[in-house]
């Protein structure tokens, strides 16, 4: 999974001219920025006013390394990576008591889902912490049989994080099938075909959705465009 | 005072296929008791849930919508999701849709590739909400068979059936289901973490995590006196179910308290069997002082 590592030399150009953003990070956060403004809504993470009602609110918020106050505050002085290495977006539940608390009506949890995005475009993960790998085989059954098996998932996700927990799991697992609450085997749906077709045309919308920049030329702005 | 029986398009979902099994079987036979037809949808596939969000935004809102423009097909007037993760993914699917004419195109333009087509009208209802706005409390008051005297159960919302935006109840402190078990006798205990998460599915990500929130909603619950906690989503009764052992274990406690789905409860209410309602499927065992019939 070695997706391509965005930006050119990491930290090298960074800080010889005050205020700019090294290549990396602008790289990320053009790519977020695309991702959260497909979200309806996604551009009032300007208007935060860094009061922490989102962090008081969380259920999970003890876990984080990074709490989502500071995940905004973050984002704001231009560094995205730091997100995106920490266990934080990958910790949300998604419960959505943050989205509902906001004073500002910040979307923080689907914020997060797009820094989820960026993470998966870009490759950037926590260290040693796969556990986007379950989101990542999510998609990969669903795909192939059109709906989540909850076994093949967990096999799947467990044999890549941590084969020795299963073990742990046979217990509970055995109870459950006792009792007809595991399915065996994944079942396709009729209608894969039509997905399987839906997919191909996203691969088709890929393409970089560049914006255009228009070159700045002395005398178009300003006092001395108008004389 | 009904014209024509109501009929729903019924959206199950993954879970409900496998470990939510009882919910799915209790849910059919409360809906038969109360004379409503649930026509379930074809060839439905998976909402996407919490995970697809995270790798593609247009596709998981086209996979979404597929089942959306199916159930429009079905000229249906609401579609009954049981799930929590289905119910609040179907509605964010419709709600993004509205709001944002650039994934609409997006996701109309995959859809056509797949021959379908979505015009915004499907309802995405839950059970819950439909029980208590539609049926109505006086209604299901009137079919029961058994009083629920005696039950002191903890109401368990769960976070997803309320949020993010405003349902059909309060997103901090919903009711509906108190007063619809009220009114059949049972008693709900002060139960302040209704809608508190359970940690969905970090338990596979980060149990320790998992166990701590999963500990607290069952210490609340048995603090105040419940007899069971009463859920409306499948992953919350698999966690509050599945890891009281566990949850015992690490934080001293002795967990012993039945989890069932809201339908259960009201099934046996109903009159139904715990075999039509799926009991024997728990992992933990209910039992109902449900001597007194209602006259």
């Given at each position: 999974m070695?997706s391509a590592?965005?930006g ?13 953003l090294?290549?990396?990070?602008q ?17 009032r ?21 990074i ?16 997100i995106?290495?920490s ?17 500002q ?22 260290d ?25 998932l967990?096999?799947l ?7 020795l ?6 217990p509970?697992?055995?109870a ?32 970089p959705?560049e ?6 030329v002395?005398g ?8 | 005072?009904r014209?024509?029986p ?12 496998t ?21 379930t ?30 159930a429009?097909?079905n000229g ?79 109401p ?28 059949l ?7 302040p ?8 599915m ?12 999963v ?5 609340c ?19 509050l ?9 690490k ?17 046996l209410?109903?009159?139904c ?7 024997q ?8 002082p ?6």
């Amino acid at each position: 999974m070695a997706s391509a590592r965005v930006g050119l030399e990491p930290r090298l150009e960074q800080s010889r001219i005050p205020g700019a953003l090294p290549a990396t990070e602008q790289a990320l956060r053009k790519k977020f920025l695309e991702e959260s403004q497909l979200v309806p809504g996604g551009d009032r993470i300007s208007r935060c006013l860094q009061c922490g009602t989102c962090t008081g609110s969380c259920p999970v918020s003890y876990a984080m390394d990074i709490s989502p106050r500071m995940v905004i505050a973050l984002f704001r002085a231009g560094q995205i990576e730091e997100i995106l290495r920490s266990r934080t977006i990958w910790i949300c539940a998604s419960c959505y008591m943050c989205t509902t608390r906001c004073p500002q009506g910040i979307k923080i949890t689907d914020l997060l889902y797009a820094l989820k995005r960026t993470a998966m475009g870009t490759g950037l993960y926590p260290d040693r912490l796969p556990v986007y790998a379950l989101s990542k085989n999510f998609v990969r059954v669903v795909n192939r049989y059109g709906r989540n098996h909850e076994m093949l998932l967990l096999l799947l996700y467990y044999l890549r994080r941590n084969p020795l927990a299963l073990f742990r799991l046979l217990p509970l697992g055995f109870a459950m099938w006792k009792r007809g609450r595991i399915s065996l085997f994944p079942a396709k749906i009729e209608g894969i075909q039509t997905i399987r077709q839906m997919l191909a045309a996203s691969k088709a919308l890929e393409m970089p959705r560049e914006k255009e920049e228009v070159p700045y030329v002395e005398g178009t702005v300003g006092y001395r465009a108008v004389g | 005072m009904r014209e024509a029986p109501m009929e729903y398009l019924y959206y199950p979902g993954c879970s409900l296929e496998t470990s939510g099994k009882p919910y799915d079987e209790s849910l059919r036979a409360v809906f038969r008791v109360l004379g409503i037809e649930l026509k379930t949808l074809k060839d439905w596939n998976c909402c996407g849930a919490t995970m697809y969000m995270s790798v593609d935004e247009a596709i998981s809102l086209a996979i979404s919508a597929r089942n959306l423009a199916l159930a429009e097909q079905n000229g249906c007037r609401g579609l009954i999701a049981p799930c929590s993760a289905c119910y609040t993914v179907l509605l964010k699917t419709n709600r993004f849709l509205k709001d944002s004419p650039e994934l609409k195109s997006k996701v109309d333009h995959l859809l056509a590739q797949g021959g379908l087509s979505y015009n915004l009208t499907v309802q995405v209802r839950h059970p819950l909400d439909v029980l208590v706005n539609d049926v109505g409390g006086e209604t299901i008051a009137r079919a029961a068979k058994r009083s629920l005297a005696g039950v002191c159960f903890a109401p368990y919302y769960g976070c997803q059936i309320v949020r993010p935006e405003r349902g059909f109840d309060d997103r901090e402190f919903p009711m509906t289901m108190d007063r619809m078990f009220e009114r059949l006798g049972a008693t709900s205990v002060y139960f302040p973490l209704k809608t508190r998460c359970c940690g969905g599915m970090l338990m596979t990500k980060f149990p320790d995590v998992a166990l701590n929130l999963v500990n607290e909603l069952l210490d609340c619950a048995t603090e105040n006196g419940a007899q069971c906690i009463i859920t409306t989503c499948p992953l919350c009764q698999v966690n509050l179910e599945a890891y009281q052992k566990r949850a015992s274990k690490k934080f001293g406690k002795s967990y012993d308290i039945p989890v069932l789905y809201f339908t259960q409860l009201l099934g046996l209410a109903l009159g139904c069997s715990e075999t039509e309602l799926g009991m024997q499927r728990n992992l933990t065992t209910f039992k109902a002082p449900l001597a007194a019939a209602v006259a």
